[in-house]
């Protein structure tokens, strides 16, 4: 527990929030700032900054309640789609430093501009301007990671 992390207060009880899914590791509930309806966040209650700082039994258990959140929020809102968005770091947009993913659904047949919630454009509006895989540099990425990994 990190006294000056805001979702650390929220595990602790702290400070209050619309729970929708507890467990010995594990705590889901609605996010204050929605970009749909029916936004979550779902986060290990053990206090990590970053996805890769995180112990494996947490991010198992924490990946093992998204499928069932995803379920349960989908027959909840009727919406039936949804992004999954996890950031790490300030550059990434991270702003609470404590892990978290966002289940964001997106409502049928929405552009992907956004939207407020809602509004059928309502959800996680993304840019994806995709570059393209070249050999060289692929084999020297897989070298490099697959080395990392160990
Ligand atoms: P990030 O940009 O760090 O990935 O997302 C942080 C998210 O946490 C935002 O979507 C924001 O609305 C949400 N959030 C921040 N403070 C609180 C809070 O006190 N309670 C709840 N339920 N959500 C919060
Ligand atoms: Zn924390």
């Not at 039936?80 to 430093?97: F, I, K, R, S």
Request: a negative charge.
């Amino acid at each position: 527990m990190d006294p000056n992390c805001i979702f650390c207060k929220i595990v602790a009880g702290q400070i209050p929030c619309h729970k929708l899914y507890e467990d010995e590791r594990v705590l889901a509930f609605l996010d204050v700032g929605p970009l749909s309806v029916g936004h979550a966040l779902v986060i290990p209650k053990h206090h990590a900054v970053r996805l890769d700082e995180l112990p494996e039994e947490d991010a198992a258990a924490v990946g093992a309640v998204l499928p069932r959140l995803g379920r349960a929020v989908s027959q909840a809102t009727g919406i039936n789609d949804y992004n999954v968005l996890q950031n790490n770091g300030e550059p990434a947009g991270q702003v609470v430093m404590h892990v978290h993913f966002h289940l964001i659904p997106k409502p049928d047949d929405a552009p992907r501009t956004g939207g407020p919630p809602g509004s059928p454009g309502s959800g996680l509006g993304i840019g994806w301007p995709a570059g393209k895989l070249e050999q060289d540099e692929a084999k020297a990425l897989v070298e490099k990671i697959t080395t990392a990994m160990g």
